[in-house]
């Protein structure tokens, strides 16, 4: 494991900081290291610094040059460094003192070429924020995977930072790569080749840097023409090397870079003075009509909307800018899917709120529901219509839909003060449609008793009592007890105890599946319905670590939409990653759920509302489920599984849905 690792750090009139930079190098706990400082033509004492700790550590090298550039800096130091692995961190930044080692370890244990890790945030005094979480990963994978892979998955999830410094890099990897000089962003092209050239990256989920934000530096100055032109230079080389690879993976990622970088362009632009547009104008329109080319952008002429840039100024992020010009794919979703809605006269099926966002758990459970639908109500066409389409078509859906028809109102966990949002949308549909028959799918319901939420209660009971044909279906007993006593619903004879609607699905698993002896997957929370801390979270994955296994991060939930079309295909693609899996551990009820299914070991959690502990009652005779109430006794259920029994069988009775078929049949 002791192999020689070369630090190298470009360094160019950092005197303030530098000395902290290195002072956190010659601490670190691993001992073999090679020290390359590249002084690119200081001008203050920076040169004079790194002289004195070559002179006091013979693992320190200094060399000298002109004033060429980080990316030259680095360029030569990578030639003259001799190490297995090979990190370069920035002059006016700190590492952990454990870092190099805990970085070569997982190197060495996952055979990767690249190992990327989280961030801390400092500002110019050295002070940590340590609630900033800018430069951690949302999810990690704890086992080797193809770069190229990796990246598109960080590109979904809007989580790809191209920071060499959060970067170890074995130093055959960097063959026939260099850092382009002469631009800025020069880590984003060269993260985004390292990645392409990669056959194994790892995340290792910890924070070992300390990235400092000072003014002054490359990262934190005004938009110039430079910034403009480096950006052009890289879209333009992304777009010839690698958006017309016939390897699927490489033409995916170039085509997400930029759409990405063409995003951070135009938004870059239009910072400029008029006078330095003026001058750029023709190489943007250039760029633009290069990028329609190549398919990354369908109209190059929305970016002359100046009106939609410049509301994007008072927060100055790429993120920012995506999610502005997400909407005009929206609307043309909505405009395609309305018009076809059937307008014949008889009876239909309206399954109302199902997703088009990236839950797979919704989108699990809107297929089990239509499977449902079809099986009991066999020649009645069912209607799915998502929830952002009912709230942008509101007006003109209550227009098409008659007393004739049903309105099915689909399953979840948003009925009370988690997500006051979807429950208004449940409220809206009541209220819309007093004389339809309405069925409100599998849900869990949660209050809680602050004034406010009390209040949000009443007006829910309110609007709910309002209509005489309402039926609710709720799958724990502790919001079927909560809904009765607190008087919820209007007729305590139309609301049933049911299990999640999820279970209804019939998954065919993949032929080629084959599980893995050792492989764990990881999926917890990270949203308001959390209750196990990071630290428990890492402790677990260390534990399992320690247990042999390889944990792999996953989740439920993508950053990115599921179109209706690729519902199906989403779902099963998430179930067959669970069947191969040996094990998951998870405080996501259909993460829980999709491990029954998928017929895999799984070690649950509860969550805030307590819907994971209440629905596993409906499978805790399933052998390979285990309910945890806490992070102590995970590792005692680990301890005492037999991983040497690898099938089960999902013997759920799908009996337990009768009241709902009974109910859509009526």
């Not at 070559?54 to 001799?82: C, D, P, W």
């Amino acid at each position: 494991m002791n192999k020689l690792t070369s630090i190298v750090i470009p360094i160019y009139n950092v005197e303030s900081f530098l000395i902290d930079c290195l002072e956190s190098v010659v601490k670190q706990t691993y001992n073999n290291l090679e020290v390359i400082l590249i002084d690119d033509g200081s001008t203050d004492k920076s040169g004079e610094i790194c002289d004195n700790y070559a002179k006091k550590y013979e693992f320190i090298k200094v060399k000298h040059t002109q004033n060429a550039g980080v990316s030259s800096a680095r360029n030569t130091g990578a030639s003259l460094a001799k190490g297995e692995y090979i990190y370069f961190p920035d002059s006016d930044d700190c590492i952990v003192s454990d870092a190099i080692e805990r970085l070569v370890a997982a190197a060495e244990h996952y055979k990767a070429d690249v190992v990327y890790f989280d961030s801390y945030i400092i500002n110019e005094s050295g002070e940590c924020d340590f609630n900033n979480k800018t430069y951690v990963h949302k999810e990690s994978h704890c086992y080797a995977r193809e770069g190229k892979e990796q990246m598109q998955k960080l590109f979904e999830q809007n989580n790809f930072f191209t920071c060499v410094s959060m970067l170890l890099i074995r130093r055959s990897a960097l063959e026939g790569l260099e850092f382009y000089p002469g631009i800025l962003y020069e880590d984003c092209l060269f993260t985004f080749e390292l990645f392409i050239k990669a056959k194994a990256v790892v995340h290792l989920p910890m924070r070992l840097y300390l990235r400092r934000e000072r003014s002054g530096s490359i990262m934190t100055v005004k938009v110039k023409e430079k910034n403009i032109r480096s950006l052009i230079q890289i879209i333009k080389i992304i777009a010839d090397k690698y958006s017309d690879s016939a390897d699927r993976d490489i033409a995916t990622a170039s085509f997400s870079q930029l759409d990405i970088l063409s995003r951070a362009l135009v938004e870059y632009y239009f910072l400029l003075p008029f006078s330095e547009r003026k001058k750029l104008y023709k190489d943007l329109k250039d760029t633009m009509l290069l990028l329609r080319t190549k398919g990354v952008i369908s109209n190059p002429f929305i970016y002359r909307s100046k009106r939609i840039i410049r509301n994007l100024l008072g927060d100055n992020t790429i993120n920012k800018t995506l999610t502005a010009f997400r909407s005009p794919k929206e609307k043309k979703l909505y405009k395609n899917l309305i018009p076809n809605l059937p307008t014949q006269p008889g009876k239909r099926v309206f399954l109302i709120g199902t997703p088009l966002h990236g839950n797979l758990g919704d989108h699990l459970i809107a297929l089990a529901e239509q499977n449902l639908i079809a099986d009991t109500l066999k020649d009645i066409p069912c209607i799915d219509i998502p929830s952002s389409v009912y709230v942008k078509c509101r007006e003109y859906i209550k227009q098409i839909i008659n007393n004739k028809d049903m309105i099915v109102i689909t399953g979840g966990g948003w009925l009370g003060c988690v997500w006051p949002g979807d429950e208004q949308i449940v409220r809206n549909i009541v209220s819309d449609f007093k004389g339809n028959k309405i069925i409100i799918m599998p849900q869990t319901v949660y209050y809680g008793d602050s004034e406010e939420k009390v209040a949000m209660m009443k007006e829910s009971r309110r609007i709910y009592h309002s209509h005489d044909n309402l039926y609710v279906f709720l799958r724990e007993e502790r919001s079927y007890k909560a809904a009765l006593a607190s008087d919820l619903f209007a007729n305590p004879d139309r609301c049933f105890l049911v299990p999640d609607i999820a279970l209804y699905y019939d998954y065919v698993p993949n032929e080629n599946i084959v599980r893995s002896e050792r492989t764990a997957l990881i999926c917890l929370r990270r949203d308001r319905e959390k209750c196990v801390t990071d630290e428990d979270a890492q402790h677990i994955r260390e534990y399992l670590w320690e247990k042999g296994f390889d944990t792999k991060d996953t989740t439920t939930v993508y950053q990115h939409g599921v179109d209706l079309s690729d519902r199906e295909k989403e779902v099963k693609r998430k179930i067959d990653e669970y069947a191969e899996a040996s094990l998951v551990v998870t405080d996501r009820l259909h993460s829980m759920l999709i491990a029954a299914i998928a017929k895999t070991p799984c070690i649950a959690m509860d969550n805030l509302t307590g819907k994971v502990s209440g629905v596993y009652e409906w499978i805790k005779e399933l052998p390979y489920i285990y309910l945890a109430e806490n992070d102590l006794q995970v590792y005692s259920i680990i301890d005492n599984m037999n991983f040497n029994e690898r099938t089960f069988s999902f013997d759920f009775d799908i009996g337990k849905f009768d009241s709902i078929e009974k109910v859509l049949a009526e």
